[in-house]
């Protein structure tokens, strides 16, 4: 474990960055209490969840974390080549717990984020406390078919600009990086009705009236999960989470159980 460590001992509770297998993992630390792991989106970094984790920070410790090839994290060429998955970002995560020292935790995810957190908790149900899923989806046909749509035209398109930059080691990794996040949408996760079930925890899933997943796929998530509880947000988009924090705060803090 201590070979996996890249930070030193008086900064292990701060932030630093652990190695997994396709790379390097970016993860910040925050007060003392229960942990709590956030997850960020597609295409996002640790730095839109601080302003969560500043108001988690009063009574959990919260860790943020960028998810491979995104932020501060890195991911190893060969490990682009191949397609990732939500069970990818689990194993990421994983590797994390174990790395600082934690056994169990409570994930607050969103949208892929919050794929993440369902895929780890319905892989690693003992060392998940509860989930907190914003914006979720199973599999990429609870995405509304627009953003499908949008999603493969930037694959298409990114393929088309690399066949240009081949040769330029930089341009082709940011190249495909960009296809990294649009096969996320499009291929993955694949929570099917059974590893749903495999969840034991308490999940609370957030989703908006104007959200880009399916009402109806939010429906079904909840049915299979064993101990589950919807807030529709009226007049929320998928974006909502990040802009309305007051409304969203005062149900997390019930479903951690802890007065603010």
Known sequence: MAKNMEQTKDKLEQNGFIKIPDGRIYYESYGKGIPIILFHGNGENLSVLKEYGKELEKHCRVILM???????????????????????????????????????????????????????????????????????????????????????????????????????????KEIQKQQLYMNLLLDSPNLTQNKLRCVKCPVLIFTGTWDIIKKEHIHWIAKNLKNSHVIRMQGATHLSFYRRKQEYLPCIWKFLNVAD
């Not at 995560?93 to 957190?117: E, R, Y």
């Not at 908790?121 to 989930?131: I, L, M, N």
């Not at 995405?143 to 040769?167: D, E, M, Q, T």
């Open 66 to 172: 960028d998810s491979r090839a995104h932020g501060r994290s890195t991911i190893k060429m060969s490990a682009l080549k191949k397609k990732t998955t939500a069970q990818d970002m689990a194993e990421d995560v994983k590797v994390l717990m174990d790395v600082i020292g934690i056994h169990q935790a409570v994930f607050l995810g969103f949208s892929d984020g919050a794929n993440t957190a369902l895929q780890f908790a319905a892989s690693y149900p003992q060392r998940t406390k509860g989930v907190i899923a914003v914006s979720p989806n199973a599999n990429p046909k609870g995405l509304v078919l627009p953003i499908r749509i949008w999603a493969k035209f930037n694959y298409n398109l990114l393929s088309g600009i690399h066949r240009f930059v081949k040769h330029h080691a930089k341009a082709e």
